[in-house]
């Protein structure tokens, strides 16, 4: 089984700041890595993955995060948020069955 | 269609009550999950369906929970006898790869 821990519930952060927002989790099998962005009254949107390859992940809308298997980890981060990035994000990891367990949230709301 | 619709998007019910929950997932994709975020317990997973093999229906949480999916493509989630802890949006997500999975933006059930 695996599990998800989100360090910060909630990340205030000014407009063209940089952001960083912290997963790790645990597993004892390979995992696939996930982030999501969830924008109020919306579903879940994904901004990346990892599975396999590059540890270094590009997503949508300026996002990146950088795998570390030593440490467990899976951090996002956005040198210069924008308004429009305040959402809550959730950080997900699956191993071979499909299934998703997701860590609790960390909301963003960035102020001008 | 364009996206993964869910309905209705908001369902209130009287404790006791059954309700049924409806997923259209795009059209083609072979997988679909039921997923609930509630306060407490955030994002659970709840059900697996991939093309005609039986569904993985270890998340859901009890046997008043059934879902079905018919003909490969539409799903519907039922909730028997609705109880208060039962409030929550349930998330319906479909993908043609592994890990590709497209979010609706949910079903908000309240039971009063």
């Known amino acids: 089984a695996q599990s998800v821990t989100q360090l910060d519930s909630q990340v205030p952060v000014f407009e063209e700041a940089p952001v960083e927002l912290r997963c790790n989790y645990s597993?004892?099998?390979?995992?696939?890595l996930f982030w999501y962005v969830q924008y109020p009254n919306q579903g879940l949107q994904l901004l990346l993955k990892?599975?396999?390859?590059?540890?270094l992940v590009k997503g949508i809308n300026g996002f990146e995060a950088e795998f570390n298997k030593s440490q467990t980890s899976f951090h996002l981060r956005k040198p210069s948020v924008h308004i429009s990035d305040t959402a809550e994000y959730f950080c997900a990891v699956s191993s071979n069955d499909y299934k998703l367990s997701f860590g609790a949230g960390t909301t963003v709301t960035v102020r001008a | 269609g364009a996206g993964v619709s869910q309905s209705p998007s908001n369902k209130v019910t009287e404790k006791g009550k059954d309700v049924e929950l409806r997923c259209d997932p795009i059209s083609g994709h072979t997988a679909l999950y039921w997923y609930r975020q509630s306060l407490g317990q955030g994002l659970e997973f709840l059900i697996y369906?991939?093309?005609?093999?039986?569904?993985?229906k270890s998340g859901l949480p009890s046997d008043r929970f059934s879902a079905e999916r018919t003909g490969g493509s539409v799903s519907t989630l039922t909730i028997q006898r609705t109880q208060q802890e039962d409030s929550a949006v349930y998330l319906c997500?479909?993908?043609?790869?592994?890990?590709?999975?497209?979010f609706g933006s949910g079903t908000r059930l309240t039971v009063v």
């Open positions: 597993s004892s099998v390979s995992v696939y």
């Open positions: 997500a479909s993908s043609l790869t592994p890990y590709g999975y497209t």
């Open positions: 369906f991939q093309g005609n093999s039986a569904p993985d």
């Open positions: 990892y599975l396999s390859g590059s540890t």
